[in-house]
């Protein structure tokens, strides 16, 4: 197949298309920058400026994964604006290809694979969360219901659309222990508020894999849980990443400070979700990496680069 990805040069892309390649197919990658990010994915990627540049080469299949990260900065009035704006243009720029080909008498792609993430669910307390699970109205939710929204009037042309909601990436590199690990390493770690909120988490191979199973089973449509079997609270989370390092993690981060220092934002780390992949599971995906004791053992091996 012809895949054409967007925020191909990411965290998760990175690892997403030498495995495409790997499985024989072409890869096209959309990058507002393509001359930066050649160096960050392999050769055979064809790297251009927009969705609209490959009305020339039309993709059988896409993968949505663009978007400002989250966590980046305080979210100021602004700033939830540019969050929103650069996951709904992306989106919309590959709606828009497709209307294209369309008009154009050209054959669409089969297939959308469009990220979204666990934030749609927003604030669930303990409650054990499935792709039917009523969510919580706060900004994260908003943010995803609309980024979801923006990729809808693709199925009115016959696309297939399988929407990801994604937990917390865990990899080497990168994603969200890039900013966990040195505090850790130090042994100056520990939980955020009470450590009670739950953090779905996914290994970024199984994230991959899991892109790889919804592109490839035509039966699949809809919202799917994008994390692991097994989620665990923040104070879990903690106490396995310290005994993974051989390190304490006892200097506990209150939730009044998290909130004086991140205002709103406070929210990503003092609340969650008891996310199940319960749709991936029952249409028979299987996870490498199913419990966080296995996946951190893995990251953190010296031997791999997980």
């Known amino acids: 197949m012809r895949v054409l990805v967007t925020g191909g040069s990411g965290f998760v892309g990175q690892r997403l298309c030498p495995a495409l390649i790997a499985q024989g197919h072409e890869v096209l990658v959309v990058s507002r ?18 969705a609209q540049a490959f009305i020339d080469s039309p993709p ?9 990260s989250i966590a980046a900065k305080r979210w100021s009035d602004s700033q939830k604006k540019r ?20 008009e154009n008498g050209q054959p669409l792609p089969k297939v959308l694979i469009s990220g979204s993430a666990m934030g749609y ?11 039917d699970t009523s969510p919580h109205d706060e900004f994260a939710h908003r943010l995803c219901a609309e980024w979801e929204a923006a990729a809808k009037p693709i199925e009115n042309m016959g696309v297939r659309l399988a929407i990801l909601r994604i937990g917390l990436v865990l990899g080497a590199g ?30 970024r191979d199984d994230l991959v894999e899991a892109i790889m199973f919804l592109l490839n089973d035509a039966s699949l449509s809809g919202a799917f849980n994008g994390s692991a079997p ?7 989370f903690t106490r396995t990443l310290a005994r993974q390092l051989h390190r304490p993690a006892v200097l506990p981060v209150p939730a009044c400070a998290l909130k004086a220092g991140l205002g709103e934002m406070s929210q990503l780390l003092l609340t969650g979700a008891d996310m199940r992949p319960e749709r991936l599971e029952a249409a028979g995906f299987r996870f490498q990496y199913p419990t966080l004791e296995k996946a951190l053992a893995a990251i953190l091996s010296p031997e791999r680069s997980a």
């Open 174 to 203: 990168g994603g969200t222990l890039q900013k966990m690990l040195p505090p850790f390493k130090l042994g100056l770690g520990g939980r955020f508020g009470d450590g009670r909120q739950f953090m779905p988490w996914i290994h």
């Open 230 to 236: 097994h989620p665990v609270t923040n104070a879990e």
């Open 121 to 131: 669910y927003g604030d669930q307390g303990d409650k054990r969360v499935t792709e």
């Open 83 to 102: 969050l929103t704006r650069s996951r709904i243009e992306m989106t919309e720029q590959l709606v828009s290809l497709c209307e294209q080909l369309g």
């Open 60 to 68: 059988d299949a896409l993968v949505n994964l663009a978007g400002e």
């Open 33 to 50: 920058t393509p001359h930066k990010v050649h160096e960050r994915l392999p050769r055979e990627c064809d790297i251009r400026d927009s």
